[in-house]
């Protein structure tokens, strides 16, 4: 109990291994690693004659980096029934039209209760990893999937952002955030 007595500050910290992922409106599977998940916006540097002292930075546009997910091997097919159809022959877009997903990185405070959700807007499987494999060890196989997505939501403190599969995009040419 915290000095004002109340329990639940005590609660409200966040650890890196309390989170979950929702792939198609359901949490899909308890991952041992979410890493990559992060935005760098580009920027110009540009100096100004006669200006020792200062840089002018112009910004340009952001660029998200791609989210591998990681997890015991399990008899779920959920990452290999995402990425085989995009390895199959098609033409055009229409093979991978309804194999965008907005996927919830959840993570939990100590209370259970969700304090930050990032939503990956129109995320696709770009890569699947089976575990190696190793006749003398005695560790979990772990098979990986890396996502590649075209914008990012935050938001704290919420429910579950139900993530979906995604029919195609808006008239704004963009996915919706659910």
């Not at 039209?97 to 990032?118: D, P, S, T, Y």
């Amino acid at each position: 109990m915290s000095k004002n007595g109340n329990i639940t500050q005590e609660l409200n910290y966040v650890t890196a291994n309390r989170f979950y992922v929702e792939i198609e409106s359901q949490l899909t599977a308890s991952f041992t690693e979410c890493d990559g998940l992060g935005v760098q916006v580009k920027k110009e540097v540009l100096f100004e004659g006669g200006v020792n002292e200062q840089q002018r930075v112009l910004l340009g546009q952001s660029e998200f980096s791609d989210v591998t997910l990681r997890r015991g091997l399990s008899d779920s097919s959920v990452f290999w029934d995402w990425i085989s159809p995009l390895m199959a022959q098609r033409t055009g877009n229409q093979a991978i039209k309804n194999h965008r997903r907005n996927v919830n990185i959840l993570v939990f405070n100590q209370a259970g209760e969700i304090m930050q959700c990032w939503t990956l807007i129109g995320a696709i499987a770009t890569g699947w990893k089976a575990p190696g494999l190793q006749a003398h060890a005695t560790t979990a196989a772990i098979e990986e999937l890396t996502l590649a997505y075209e914008g990012i939501k935050v938001t704290f403190k919420t429910k579950s952002g139900g993530a979906s599969i995604l029919e195609g995009r808006g008239q704004s040419g963009y996915f919706s955030s659910n």
